[in-house]
């Protein structure tokens, strides 16, 4: 079978931070127990791995994050994920006298940035229970979350004035983004949008709607838990009608798959998916007659 792999692949930036300081952190503190904070990024194969450096992913919600924080102590080394994470849950580290460290990416930062310091009523969109969407949530009291999962739904009785701040989770999809957008500005006088997706998550999005001639199949490598590897898939799956599209995070899951009636294959990643995986499937699609 003819394959390509669509670039950019792999990694972004944001996630390439992460796990390098992840992996620093770990040399550094070899006789210290270290936890990430939920997952340090979403992607299965990842978090399995840094199992194997012994570093404990602790599972949390909204509601019993707190009180799972309270339990660390100073013997502890706690990482936060690159989705970003409640503005709170350093403040307790920091009184119980816990050593932590922030690997969020930098575009998220900024959004929360803009956030604390926005002097105006803010509509975030975003999925509810996404860890960035909390986040981002946490930095205002004057902010109103649009729920990218519930579209059309916003109850804009409870806005204060027409010229609310708009921004947005980064892992959406632009084209999802593109119809909230014009639903909002039907809805609301003056709205100050500042779109914030992540450039690696754009550049992707725009190339697997624009497919080289030929492909027949479409392999989105990924886990389910990726916002923004789940966009890929439901865009190639919506907008290239003529051609097979298939979501899978490993070798073992595109095995399950009945691939005999294809010929040219594109692989397109999320940005947390390893290459190691990716070149797996390459090569498996690649011996294929």
Same mark, same amino acid.
């Given at each position: !079978?003819?394959?390509?792999?669509?670039?950019?692949?792999?990694?972004?930036?944001g996630?390439?931070k992460?796990?390098?300081?992840?992996?620093?952190?770990?040399?550094e503190?070899?006789?210290?127990?270290?936890y990430?904070?939920?997952?340090?990024?979403h992607?299965?194969?990842?978090?399995n791995?840094?199992?194997t450096?012994?570093i404990?992913?602790?599972?949390? *919600?909204?509601?019993?994050?707190i009180s799972?924080?309270?339990?660390?102590?100073?013997? /502890?080394i706690?990482?936060?994920?690159a989705?970003?994470?409640?503005?709170? $849950?350093?403040?307790?580290?920091?009184?119980n006298?816990?050593?932590?460290?922030? *690997?969020?990416?930098?575009?998220?930062?900024?959004?929360? @940035?803009?956030?604390?310091?926005? #002097?105006?009523?803010?509509?975030?969109?975003?999925?509810?229970?996404?860890?960035?969407?909390i986040?981002?949530? &946490?930095? &205002?009291?004057?902010? #109103?979350?649009?729920?990218?999962?519930?579209k059309?739904?916003?109850d804009?009785?409870k806005?204060?004035?027409?010229?609310?701040l708009?921004?947005?989770q980064t892992?959406?999809?632009?084209?999802?983004?593109?119809d909230?957008f014009? @639903?909002?500005?039907d809805?609301?006088?003056?709205p100050?949008?500042?779109d914030?997706?992540?450039d690696a998550?754009?550049?992707r999005?725009?190339?697997? +709607?624009?497919?080289?001639?030929?492909? /027949?199949?479409?392999v989105?490598?990924?886990?389910k838990?990726?916002s923004?590897s789940?966009? +890929? $898939?439901?865009?190639s799956?919506?907008?290239?009608?003529?051609?097979?599209t298939i !979501?899978?995070? &490993?070798?073992?899951? +595109?095995?399950?798959?009945?691939? &005999?009636?294809?010929? /040219?294959?594109?692989?397109?990643?999320g940005?947390?998916?390893p290459?190691?995986?990716i070149?797996?499937?390459e090569?498996?699609?690649?011996?294929?007659e």
């Amino acid at each position: !079978m003819k394959t390509t792999k669509m670039i950019p692949i792999s990694y972004c930036f944001g996630v390439t931070k992460a796990i390098n300081e992840a992996l620093k952190i770990r040399k550094e503190y070899q006789n210290k127990n270290i936890y990430f904070f939920g997952d340090l990024v979403h992607n299965e194969n990842v978090i399995n791995f840094f199992k194997t450096l012994k570093i404990v992913v602790v599972p949390f *919600t909204k509601e019993d994050a707190i009180s799972i924080l309270e339990k660390f102590n100073k013997d /502890d080394i706690v990482i936060f994920s690159a989705h970003g994470h409640d503005s709170k $849950y350093e403040e307790i580290l920091i009184n119980n006298g816990v050593t932590y460290f922030d *690997t969020t990416c930098i575009r998220v930062k900024k959004n929360l @940035e803009i956030i604390k310091n926005a #002097h105006k009523e803010i509509i975030f969109i975003g999925k509810e229970k996404h860890p960035e969407t909390i986040a981002c949530l &946490s930095y &205002s009291k004057n902010i #109103h979350l649009y729920d990218a999962s519930n579209k059309y739904n916003f109850d804009y009785s409870k806005l204060k004035t027409d010229c609310p701040l708009i921004l947005n989770q980064t892992t959406l999809s632009f084209l999802e983004l593109k119809d909230i957008f014009n @639903e909002i500005k039907d809805n609301v006088k003056n709205p100050e949008f500042i779109d914030e997706i992540c450039d690696a998550s754009r550049v992707r999005q725009q190339k697997i +709607l624009n497919l080289p001639t030929g492909v /027949d199949l479409v392999v989105v490598v990924g886990s389910k838990k990726s916002s923004n590897s789940t966009k +890929l $898939y439901e865009l190639s799956l919506t907008n290239n009608k003529n051609v097979k599209t298939i !979501m899978v995070n &490993s070798l073992e899951e +595109l095995k399950t798959y009945d691939l &005999s009636n294809y010929h /040219d294959a594109l692989i397109a990643s999320g940005t947390s998916t390893p290459l190691n995986t990716i070149n797996e499937i390459e090569n498996y699609l690649n011996a294929k007659e």
